[in-house]
């Protein structure tokens, strides 16, 4: 069964600090990994894709691959109260339709 | 842009009566649709995902069902709620294609007494 495994949190950081979320998976064959905020009471939103090993930076986001090691995880740059929110771990398997969601890291920055 | 609407918002349904969600997208044609449900404590469970008008996968045996009458629509039915059934149920649409990611509407609050 594909797992994909985060820490529940909640992780507090300070205002202006770098949040690091991280991210495990089971299935080795996975191709596409997601990151999504989603803010108390709110649907998910897309924030991060990455498919290849390396960085990826978006803004204030970066995201990290390692299929080697088979983990993924999301570093927030000066973060923000308005970044408090959990963040939801997605990944695709090879050649399936399905997102295999993490249960999410809950992160507050504290002013 | 594309969109996609969910409604309602909250529902409150007493123990086994019916149910259906409604699900639309809009600026896109032809894609792949999403049934999920998020429990309290819990991850995103996916329900049911389809990739054309008709063809549904479920994932999940239980007493929902899901249909896809028209490209961009996407219900989800029962005929006889349980209390298991609350919770948060989310509708979400990709490209087709092997890495698109999924973008998901609003939500319906589901409250079973």
């Known amino acids: 069964q594909k797992e994909v495994e985060q820490n529940s949190g909640p992780l507090s950081v300070p205002e202006g600090a770098i949040a690091s979320l991280n991210c495990t998976y089971s299935?080795?064959?996975?191709?596409?990994f997601f990151w999504y905020r989603q803010y108390s009471g709110k649907s998910p939103e897309l924030i991060m894709s990455?498919?290849?090993?390396g960085d990826k930076e978006d803004g204030r986001f970066t995201a990290q691959l390692n299929k080697a090691s088979q983990y993924v995880s999301l570093l927030i740059r000066d973060s923000q109260p308005s970044d408090s929110a959990t963040y939801l771990c997605?990944?695709?398997?090879?050649?399936?339709?399905?997102?295999?969601f993490g249960k999410g890291t809950k992160l507050s920055v504290i002013p | 842009s594309q969109t996609i609407h969910q409604w309602p918002a909250t529902l409150v349904q007493p123990v086994g009566s019916p149910l259906s969600l409604e699900c639309t997208v809009e600026?896109?044609?032809?894609?792949?649709l999403y049934w999920y449900r998020q429990a309290a404590g819990r991850g995103l469970q996916l329900l049911f995902y389809?990739?054309?008008?008709?063809?549904i996968s479920s994932e999940v045996p239980q007493n929902l069902s899901a249909s896809r009458p028209q490209d961009r629509q996407f219900i989800l039915s029962s005929k006889k709620l349980l209390l298991s059934d609350s919770g948060f149920y989310l509708c979400?649409?990709?490209?087709?294609?092997?890495?698109?990611?999924?973008?998901f509407g609003d939500g319906t609050r589901l409250s079973i007494l």
């Open positions: 299935d080795r064959g996975s191709q596409s």
């Open positions: 990455i498919y290849s090993n």
């Open positions: 389809s990739v054309g008008i008709g063809q």
């Open positions: 600026g896109t044609s032809n894609p792949n």
């Open positions: 979400a649409w990709s490209w087709t294609g092997p890495n698109q990611p999924q973008h």
């Open positions: 997605a990944v695709r398997g090879a050649g399936s339709y399905q997102l295999t």
